[in-house]
């Protein structure tokens, strides 16, 4: 009996060791696959040298192709038809950005529960809610529609999945080891599903919610003073004075009522800038060549593998150069022989929410117009990993989706989401962006840039463009609803017709202005206009000052090179601390600072407002503003199941400089009655005590660029796989905005002429996505000191301006 025992230990011991080593638990990976000699993680790790001409034999080439490496690993795609370059497009994506671009699709379709599990499920219900595959069904209809952008995803999914069929265990990225799980079949519905994603990174944030508590708790002429619909100081994107050439359609009359008391328990949210970018084009005149010259670095969250992915494609009546989305095919940022051109976010008010009268606890009917309308509902069937599958049953109006009835408690990002209302959101509408990229990849002229306008929809960007000929322009550009002023600046009642969408604004109307009297075109997430312009786009945007610095500097700047606009794109001067700092200064009492306040004060006497990565005086001033407008604002907008936002940045700044007895900066909490000067003495004691304490005495550890801990994260979030701390400089309200893992994801630099275009560029990573390869994130180092790359635009295979590594030749099977 004892024997038989023992075998059977002997027996069930490997059995459970064998099990529990090839099995994933939680974030663990299964081990002996990881570990695997022949196909764990170290079939990931890839020599630099590769071999000089490789050949590939595809089925779903129509000729032969051939794709040249440069020294970065960066393809140049040439192709003998516009199939076969979007298919190799989509194969040499994959090959370096197969797990990214899954994972971001995955994310998009509220889907990782199928990978990580029931920890993910608040997260997938969220995508699901807030309809971003529906959005993404009505998308691929509008793309499969045109015969053009229907071939350039049909053939990128092609070349997508010949590389994911050519892959087996032990080739698998790395990432699909430590996660156990395998990819599956791309489809075009991925390709749509990206590029909602990119709309809600640029345009889902939305402030209704928080404003409609606003004005319920404070009354209209409260809301109206402390959230203008203007803001104090502004340099627009299109310059003051510029004449609107149209004749503007009737916009609707605004309803005697149109806003609803809402509620919910959520922490209050103080505005700060987030997602932003930079853009601008000098024409020849004022450029050193006689050239105009373009720059563009948009602002977005920094990750490993890099958010773009750079790449050229060449085909009968296309040679451009610029990044992609992994995922899309196309060029979305770049330049050709002719034309170069860049985006920033507009921050468009495209996204409303409509509070819904259901009928009864069915939800199957709700009032509108006097009557009742039935809703129709869409199954969410979402599969939880070691569970069963979820069906989520969401609630559709004529708006759209009723996104919550009941909230989660720990899902920060449905925060600013009203419950019971219906979301109608612009990203759920046909469309059709590829066509945009399209023809902007084969654009010669002004002409063609307008046109390729015409066909976009969201997220509304700024589209910034420069010719070989000297034109400039900037345009506004997005599908604009014709709205009623401050339409959607509070949540609006479902049930009367006057609170929906009246149509559109025409594309030809949208704000734009071509070669201005300055010589330049910039934006930088400011407002699009002045106050003149006929249609309502929305009430409040990034703040002016990077906007200004931007300007300021482009107007004084004479015999522009592509270096100075380089060194430009890394410009730390911070607009708002030259407004705001020396009321602080002024505001304080010497005789009350203790020693370390003595000498902060004395750093920032001596400051010259950068941002500079071995400066102490940006970790002051970043916090002490932080903590003041915290003091200002935070015991009037903080109020228990009333969630609402402080006031902008803009406003709060003109309260202190123009109203220093304003009732705002007394403490309602306290029996005594503070001051300004009360508030910026509290907010530099915590200011000096927090750094104090966290770094110790003041000194070298508390440089803005050990403060700031710039880094570049793995997207996922996997430790090991992403960058170390970086020292740079850099802060929010300056050009070079750069937080902790937020900034210029690509920076380029484009010259334009009849010798050619002359461009350079960079963003915070490498090519591959394979944390194995040298080119992982090689770039980094070169981005972190401001240093750009040149771009090859290649006009051959054989094209000797290039550092050439490799070619592989792609010959039909």
């Known amino acids: 009996m004892r024997n038989k025992f023992k075998a059977a230990i002997y027996l069930v011991i490997p059995i459970l060791l064998a099990y529990s080593l090839n099995t994933k638990f939680g974030s663990v990976p299964p081990i002996l696959k990881f570990l695997n000699p022949f196909t764990g993680f170290w079939k990931n790790s890839v020599a630099i040298k590769q071999p000089k001409k490789s050949k590939l034999v595809l089925r779903n080439t129509k000729e032969t192709v051939e794709v040249v490496f440069d020294d970065r690993m960066i393809p140049h795609i040439f192709a003998q038809n516009d199939h076969d370059a979007y298919y190799a497009q ?37 995508q699901r809610r807030m309809g971003m595959v529906y959005g993404a069904e009505n998308s691929l209809k509008g793309m499969m529609e045109n015969p053009k952008s229907r071939e350039m995803v049909l053939a990128y999914t092609a070349g997508i999945n010949d590389y994911i069929h050519s892959l087996n265990s032990g080739t698998l990225p790395v990432e699909y080891k430590i996660l156990d799980f395998k990819p599956e079949d791309w489809t075009p519905l991925k390709c749509a599903l990206l590029l909602k994603q990119m709309s809600a990174v640029l345009a889902m944030g939305s402030d209704e919610f928080y404003m409609t508590n606003i004005l319920q708790k404070f009354g209209s002429a409260v809301t109206a003073d402390l959230f203008p619909d203007y803001p104090f100081r502004e340099d627009p ?27 919910s328990q959520i922490k209050t949210k103080q505005l700060e800038e987030g997602i932003g970018s930079n853009n601008w084009a000098v024409s020849g005149a004022k450029t050193a060549s006689g050239n105009p010259i373009l720059a563009n670095d948009p602002h977005l969250n920094l990750t490993l593998p890099s958010i773009w992915y750079q790449i050229q494609l060449h085909a009968p009546g296309m040679n451009s150069y610029g990044v992609s989305l992994p995922g899309a095919p196309g060029i979305i940022i770049g330049f050709n022989a002719h034309i170069a051109w860049g985006v920033t976010n507009v921050a468009a008010d495209v996204l ?42 969401v609630i559709y109006t004529h708006h759209g989706p009723v996104v919550y009835f009941k909230k989660p408690d720990d899902l920060k990002m449905a925060n600013n989401v009203p419950t019971g209302s ?14 945009t990229f399209y023809y902007l990849n084969r654009g010669k002229s002004y002409q063609d840039y307008r046109k390729a306008l015409t066909y976009y929809t969201a997220p509304a960007q700024n589209f910034v463009f420069a010719s070989a000929t000297d034109d400039i322009a900037i345009t506004a550009n997005g599908k604009f609803p014709l709205k009623w002023k401050n339409q959607g600046k509070f949540i609006l009642d479902g049930s009367n017709p006057a609170n929906d969408w009246k149509g559109w604004i025409p594309a030809a109307q949208n704000p734009t202005v071509k070669n201005p009297e300055r010589n330049f075109v910039s934006s930088a997430n400011q407002s699009s206009t002045a106050s003149d312009y006929p249609y309502y786009i929305n009430w409040e945007f990034a703040p002016y000052e990077r906007g200004k610095r931007i300007n300021d500097r482009l107007k004084s700047m004479e015999n522009i090179t592509l270096d100075s606009m380089r060194i430009m794109q890394s410009d730390s001067y911070s607009v708002f601390a030259e407004n705001i700092l020396p009321a602080l200064i002024k505001a304080l009492d010497p005789a ?23 400066a102490i005086a940006p970790s002051i001033f970043e916090l002490w503003t932080k903590r003041l407008f915290f003091n200002i604002w935070d015991d009037d907008f903080t109020i228990e199941n009333i969630p609402m936002r402080y006031p902008s940045r803009d406003r709060t700044v003109e309260l202190i400089l123009k109203d220093p007895g304003s009732k705002w900066f007394d403490n309602v909490r306290t029996p005594e009655k503070e001051t300004l000067p009360d508030l910026v003495f509290e ?41 170390e701390i970086l020292w740079n400089g850099g802060g929010k309200s300056t050009i070079n905005a750069l937080s902790e893992s937020n900034g210029p994801s690509w920076r380029m630099v484009v010259e334009l002429g009849k010798k ?26 070169t981005w972190t000191k401001g240093e750009l790359y040149d771009l090859y635009l290649m006009n051959s295979p054989q094209d000797e301006r290039a550092k050439v590594l490799n070619q592989l030749t792609i010959k039909k099977k």
């Open 352 to 393: 409303d929410f409509y509070q819904v009268k259901f009928k009864d606890d069915t939800h199957s009917q709700y009032q509108y117009n006097n009557g009742w309308k039935n809703t129709t509902s869409r199954l969410e069937k979402i599969k939880i990993r070691g569970e069963k599958t979820e069906t989520d049953t």
């Open 592 to 614: 009350k600072l203790n020693a370390t306040q003595k000498e902060a004060l004395q750093v920032m006497y001596k400051w010259n407002k950068s941002y500079g990565a071995d």
């Open 756 to 781: 050619g275009p002359v461009a350079k560029g960079v963003y915070p990573g490498g090519q591959s996505g394979n944390p194995g390869s040298p080119f992982y994130r090689d770039m980094i180092g």
């Open 90 to 126: 989509g194969y040499i994506t994959a090959r370096d950005r197969l797990w990214q671009m899954d994972f971001q699709t995955r994310y998009a379709a509220g889907r990782l529960s199928e990978v990580v599990g029931v920890k993910a499920l608040e997260l997938d219900r969220y």
């Open 422 to 435: 219906a979301l109608r959101w612009i990203a759920h509408d046909r469309s059709n962006e590829l066509l």
């Open 683 to 723: 907010a530099l004691t915590y200011t000096c005590d927090s750094l104090e304490r966290k770094y110790g005495p003041i000194g070298k550890d508390w440089k803005w660029g050990n403060v700031k801990g710039t880094h570049v994260p793995h997207l996922a979030n996997i430790p090991g796989f992403g960058s």
């Open 237 to 263: 994107i299109i310059p003051v004075g510029t004449k609107w050439d149209f004749k503007p359609l009737q916009v609707p009359s605004a309803p005697q009522a149109n806003s609803v008391i809402q509620t």
